[in-house]
């Protein structure tokens, strides 16, 4: 089982939370606790655009404008935050190349292609699924202006 050290853990942890006597062991760990550094790599990897940098890189090394392209309507700035957050954490390399002009590729790292299975996961439980929840919205905003017309007759 992978361990933590304490050090690593209390970097992330919330002020004020108690501190710990030994390793971090991975069957510790519960996301659903308010102090866990876990929450920290679920909360990464449910930001907006992540899991659509890290889909579009499945298929290999990327430019800045071809990495755009695949994902969408992201706007710059906020792919290159994306970017180097997933750098910082681990899951992206960015490779410079002293190119004229200068050249930037990125690609997954083993621990961010380790992350493919469970997200191809979702990607088909949300295909699957898309008409259903697109239904209960529109049945939920129907009773919404329901609701108002109510009110206001």
């Known amino acids: 089982m992978a361990s933590t050290s304490p050090a690593q853990i209390e970097r992330h942890r919330s002020p004020g939370a108690a501190p710990l006597d030994g390793p971090c062991e991975v069957g510790d760990l519960d996301v659903l606790d308010p102090d866990c ?32 392209a695949k994902v969408g309507v992201v706007t710059p700035k906020v792919l290159t935050e994306t970017l180097r957050a997933l750098e910082a954490d681990g899951l992206v390399e960015r490779r410079a190349y002293q190119d004229s002009p200068p050249r930037v590729e990125y690609s997954l790292t083993p621990l961010g292609r380790s992350l493919l299975e469970p997200i191809h996961a979702m990607r088909t439980w949300a295909e699957a699924h898309v008409p259903e929840v697109l239904e209960s919205r529109e049945r939920h905003s129907a009773a919404a202006d329901e609701a108002v017309l109510a009110v206001t007759r």
């Open 37 to 68: 550094p876990s929450r920290i790599v679920f909360g990464r990897i449910g930001e907006r655009w992540s899991m659509f940098v890290i889909l579009a890189l499945a298929g290999g090394t990327l430019r800045f404008t071809q990495l755009r």
